[in-house]
């Protein structure tokens, strides 16, 4: 049960790494994941929605890199797990709390509790314009996505158990 909450924590880390160099790094990802209030104040303060040349192969490269250790993290945890003997349901356990970790993480702490309770989309602004934002903190986006993402994960580890007690 350990490791399945270190694979969890790894996600976690992953995930971090990738959310945080990336929002300032080329900010226009922001359009993607927040309110229409946000992205207006974006564009007031003339971060445009494009992205140059240069962003699009940072956020490229970045996605690469956290995908590529995403994966390497449920190879891992899956391989680690069938030659330990686990049971289609142990495993699927496993990635379950690995992905639900890491969704968990992301709607409280990355959503929420950093667009609403710190100057965290402030400081992005006032990194890629220079000029201090009269409004530091917004409302994340929610759309009611967020229930079917944890079912599906549901599934999904079911279906990854199954294909890597096959396999082994």
Known sequence: MLFDFLYGFVG???????????AFMVPQIAY???????????????????MRG???VK?????LIAGALF???I????????????????????????FWMVSIFDAVVLDWWMFTKT??????????TGRTP?????????????????????IISVVLAWIFIKVR
């Open 12 to 22: 976690i880390i992953i995930l971090t790494v990738y959310c945080l160099p990336g």
């Open 32 to 50: 993607w994941f927040m309110t229409p209030y946000a992205t207006k104040i974006l564009e007031e303060y003339g971060i445009e929605r494009k």
């Open 54 to 56: 240069k962003d699009v």
């Open 59 to 63: 956020i490229a490269l970045l996605t």
């Open 71 to 73: 994966i390497a993290t």
């Open 75 to 98: 190879f891992y945890a899956g391989i680690q797990g069938a030659d330990s003997g686990m049971s289609i349901w142990r495993l699927g356990l496993r990635f379950l709390i690995f």
């Open 119 to 128: 100057d965290i989309f402030g400081l992005l602004i006032k990194a890629k």
């Open 134 to 154: 009269d409004i530091m903190r917004v409302d994340p986006q929610w759309d009611g996505k967020e229930f079917l993402k944890l079912f599906l994960e549901v």
